[in-house]
Nanobody
Framework: VQLQASGGGLVQPGGSLRLSCVASGNNFLLNVMGWYRQTPGKQRELVASISSTSKPNYADSMRGRFTISRDNTKNTVYLQMNSLKPEDTAVYYC???????????????WGQGTQVTVSS
């Protein structure tokens, strides 16, 4: 299962961005989808995740500013980011797990990352 993220870019402090990540492949079922971010020299950290029934989970520092959602008909997860701060600058990666193939094997995939830069 492949994940393709999009929507990153340059935004001023206080601005908003919406990231999207679409899953593609053959014969798969998505379970939890999520967004992580990473800055140079730091470990990748969870931003938010969402279950197959759309129950969200947020890192404390992102709660209230970011909203995760998904469209199961489009195999897509979104991250709406509002009130962005310079410290939100990072590469954002989408992640998904589930099951795929005729043997219903578990999988976990990462997207390629999309750069978000918050700067004036």
């Amino acid at each position: 299962v492949q994940l393709q993220a999009s929507g990153g870019g340059l935004v001023q402090p206080g601005g908003s961005l919406r990231l999207s990540c679409v899953a593609s492949g053959n014969n798969f079922l998505l379970n939890v989808m999520g967004w992580y971010r990473q800055t140079p020299g730091k470990q990748r950290e969870l931003v938010a995740s969402i279950s197959s029934t759309s129950k969200p989970n947020y890192a404390d520092s992102m709660r209230g500013r970011f909203t995760i959602s998904r469209d199961n008909t489009k195999n897509t997860v979104y991250l709406q980011m509002n009130s962005l701060k310079p410290e939100d600058t990072a590469v954002y990666y989408c992640n998904a797990n589930g099951w795929s193939g005729s043997k219903v094997s578990p999988f976990a995939s990462w997207g390629q990352g999309t750069q978000v830069t918050v700067s004036s």
